[in-house]
């Protein structure tokens, strides 16, 4: 307070001098209508630019809330969708699966064989075997669940295989990962005969129990064509970017106990 007081007095004039000019600048501004609008234009600029300011930085705030409210809402999108009664069934698989959105908190691409590491656990009902896709298709597998975690097998690990079906021709063939590449995996055991051409894309069959039907697997890129062979090998382009995965579905059948133990009688 004293160092204040010592200030105000050993500036006292220039300071006198500076309040004199700003309030002889307000009269001016005030009574010349040219040099009201310019300031209020001015203010409105400043004012302006801070609100906008502001506000992205209270939008970035707010980003990981509201990718979760989004993760929330494609996860209902994603089991109404599954709600599915064409010409070809006589039964309404309604609720058939329910869809669980995690976030992937560790992700490995250089390995031989790949895992993922989601903050969902089985405190959140999540159980091995449970497939995982997500906004581009499919991921891999829930292989080991504690209370708050789960550790996923990557499409990208060589003990992975995806039941997958052509769409055109709705051959049922199997895909593995090529080993080499997180982009690439391979469809093996296609009948030579099957006009296999580059473009053609793989779904999910449905016939696991993990994934639902109609999940993108990926495109053809090339075919190794031999006629001496009674099936050939393609080489598939994966619709997942591994690289830039974070978030994720697990895919929960609401009827795997039952199925389950049909199995077990049989």
Known sequence: ????????????????????????????????????????????SISGSIHTTTSNWADYMSLKSENEQLARQNALLLSRLTDVNTEHDTLITNDLYTFMP???????????????????????????????????????????????FASVMSVLNSYS????????????????W???????????????????EKGDTLVTSGFSNSFPPEIPVGTIEATDNDDNDAFITA?????TNFSTLRHVYVVKNNFQTEIDSLCIQN
């Not at 908190?105 to 993922?116: H, K, T």
């Not at 989601?118 to 829930?142: L, S, W």
């Not at 995806?162 to 709705?170: E, L, V």
């Open 161 to 176: 295989v995806i039941s997958g079906r052509f769409k055109d021709n709705q051959y049922v063939a199997n895909v593995v």
């Open 178 to 196: 090529d080993n080499v590449n997180y982009q690439y995996g391979q469809v093996r055991d296609i009948p030579s005969h099957l006009i296999i």
């Open 235 to 239: 080489k598939l382009r994966f619709t």
């Open 102 to 148: 995690a976030h992937v908190i560790n992700n490995s691409l250089d390995r031989y064989n790949n895992y993922i590491l989601i903050d969902k656990g089985r405190a959140d009902g999540v159980e091995p075997d449970m497939g995982v896709i997500c906004d581009q298709g499919v991921v891999g597998k829930v292989i080991n669940v504690t209370t708050n």
């Open 1 to 44: 307070m004293y160092n204040l007081l010592v200030f105000i007095r050993k500036y006292s004039a220039t300071i006198v001098f500076v309040l004199l000019e700003l309030l002889c600048l307000i009269m001016v501004i005030q009574s010349l209508p040219y040099h009201n609008r310019k300031m209020a234009g001015v203010a409105n």
